[in-house]
């Protein structure tokens, strides 16, 4: 079952051909750049790298990753072989010997029927992993950064955060300070540094599991299913793109896994050596950059869309839930995260 990989580039050449085509070993697998518009001179650069790594170029036919994706994968459809397409962002590198080839044993003997995307196990530079990198050198296994449940995060405020959260949250309501922000994203993610009990709920995590979202810096998505359920929106150009896609997905009842069997390095420090910044969020807000399309009204298009805050999923889901019945959001919606994954592989 072989793999295909796809960058999706915007005037960041020098980042794509230090950080990822001169430091990954890519075993043969098939890889393609795509252009997301950057300027001309950027695509002369990006032309001249990919052909000294006899990566093919090609441009996008609109603008995101959403397009890119689509792209990618009709693309890598001329080759019968390629049943998943894996993108990666450019600070992203596979750790542990043979990934490839070891990732390409591991889904051929996999029923992907129901899957549409497969997220990994992510170890970043301490922000969400915390230790995690280093226990992974030593040991050679970790519970780290595994995904989200805007869906399925049943617990109360309190039982969310941290104390040093909730000093914090009582100190904004009581001088009504909007500049003052949580210690931990209590909210999203489901790792060590911002979910209470991480080590205990994780246990129940093992293997390939469902979740309502991976952490998508490196994301498998399954050909056939996007081929088959998947409506490209070019609205989603960055932020939130793959949140998006796995809405789609789960609309039809189509799963979105992660892998705790295998591991991603997230090294967002590696932008900042080519003068990028570090959080994508604040690249995205500088208006001189041209690295990053513009931040956008991204979170006002995905509630338009589905009815509901993205970042506020159980405030509002309530009002359309009966556009969602017999579909996996509302199953997830009424799962309980801490309780182990709605459904293992």
Same mark, same amino acid.
């Given at each position: 079952?072989?793999?295909?990989?796809?960058?999706?580039?915007?005037?960041?050449?020098?980042?794509?051909?230090?950080?990822?085509?001169?430091?990954?070993?890519?075993?043969?697998?098939?890889?393609?750049?795509?252009?997301?518009?950057?300027?001309?001179?950027?695509?002369?650069?990006?032309?001249?790298?990919?052909?000294?790594?006899?990566?093919?170029?090609?441009?996008?036919?609109?603008?995101?990753?959403?397009?890119?994706?689509?792209?990618?994968?009709?693309?890598?459809?001329?080759?019968?072989?390629?049943?998943?397409?894996?993108?990666?962002?450019?600070?992203?590198?596979?750790?542990?010997?043979?990934?490839?080839?070891?990732?390409?044993?591991?889904?051929?003997?996999?029923?992907?029927?129901?899957?549409?995307?497969?997220?990994?196990?992510?170890?970043?530079?301490?922000?969400?992993?915390?230790?995690?990198?280093?226990?992974?050198?030593?040991?050679?296994?970790?519970?780290?950064?595994?995904?989200?449940?805007?869906?399925?995060?049943?617990?109360?405020?309190?039982?969310?955060?941290?104390?040093?959260?909730?000093?914090?949250?009582?100190?904004?309501?009581?001088?009504?300070?909007?500049?003052? &922000?949580?210690?931990?994203?209590?909210?999203?993610?489901? $790792?060590?540094?911002?979910?209470?009990?991480?080590?205990?709920?994780?246990?129940?995590?093992?293997?390939? $599991?469902?979740?309502?979202?991976?952490?998508?810096?490196?994301?498998?998505?399954?050909?056939?299913?996007?081929?088959?359920?998947?409506?490209?929106?070019?609205?989603?150009?960055?932020?939130?793109?793959?949140?998006?896609?796995?809405?789609?997905?789960?609309?039809?009842?189509?799963?979105?896994?992660?892998?705790?069997? &295998?591991?991603?390095?997230?090294?967002?420090?590696?932008?900042?050596?080519?003068?990028?910044?570090?959080?994508?969020?604040?690249?995205?807000?500088?208006?001189?950059?041209?690295?990053?399309?513009?931040?956008?009204?991204?979170?006002?298009?995905?509630?338009?869309?589905?009815?509901?805050?993205?970042?506020?999923?159980?405030?509002?889901?309530?009002?359309?839930?009966?556009?969602?019945?017999?579909?996996?959001?509302?199953?997830?919606?009424?799962?309980?995260?801490?309780?182990?994954?709605?459904?293992?592989?």
């Amino acid at each position: 079952m072989g793999i295909g990989i796809f960058y999706s580039s915007y005037n960041n050449y020098a980042l794509l051909e230090k950080e990822c085509l001169e430091k990954i070993d890519f075993q043969n697998c098939k890889l393609i750049n795509i252009d997301d518009g950057s300027t001309k001179e950027q695509q002369e650069i990006g032309k001249k790298i990919c052909k000294k790594y006899e990566v093919p170029f090609y441009q996008n036919d609109g603008k995101g990753l959403h397009m890119a994706t689509n792209k990618a994968i009709d693309i890598f459809l001329k080759d019968s072989s390629i049943e998943w397409v894996l993108c990666m962002q450019h600070d992203v590198k596979p750790l542990g010997a043979n990934f490839f080839k070891s990732l390409e044993n591991y889904l051929s003997g996999l029923d992907d029927s129901e899957i549409g995307s497969i997220g990994f196990n992510v170890i970043d530079n301490g922000k969400y992993s915390g230790s995690s990198l280093s226990v992974y050198k030593e040991e050679g296994h970790v519970k780290a950064w595994l995904g989200s449940f805007p869906l399925s995060d049943k617990r109360t405020l309190y039982e969310k955060s941290f104390i040093f959260d909730l000093i914090k949250y009582f100190l904004k309501f009581i001088l009504r300070k909007k500049n003052i &922000h949580m210690v931990h994203n209590y909210r999203r993610w489901f $790792c060590p540094k911002s979910f209470r009990n991480f080590k205990e709920v994780s246990r129940k995590y093992n293997g390939l $599991c469902a979740i309502d979202l991976p952490v998508w810096t490196a994301i498998l998505i399954n050909v056939r299913n996007w081929k088959k359920h998947i409506k490209p929106d070019k609205d989603f150009v960055f932020h939130l793109w793959f949140n998006d896609i796995a809405f789609q997905f789960m609309r039809k009842n189509i799963y979105n896994t992660v892998t705790t069997d &295998h591991y991603i390095y997230n090294d967002q420090e590696s932008k900042t050596s080519y003068g990028f910044k570090e959080n994508s969020v604040e690249e995205a807000k500088d208006k001189n950059s041209i690295s990053s399309a513009p931040y956008g009204n991204h979170l006002d298009i995905f509630e338009k869309k589905w009815g509901f805050s993205y970042e506020k999923v159980q405030e509002g889901y309530k009002k359309v839930q009966h556009l969602y019945k017999d579909t996996l959001i509302d199953e997830l919606y009424n799962h309980d995260c801490t309780s182990g994954p709605l459904k293992k592989f």
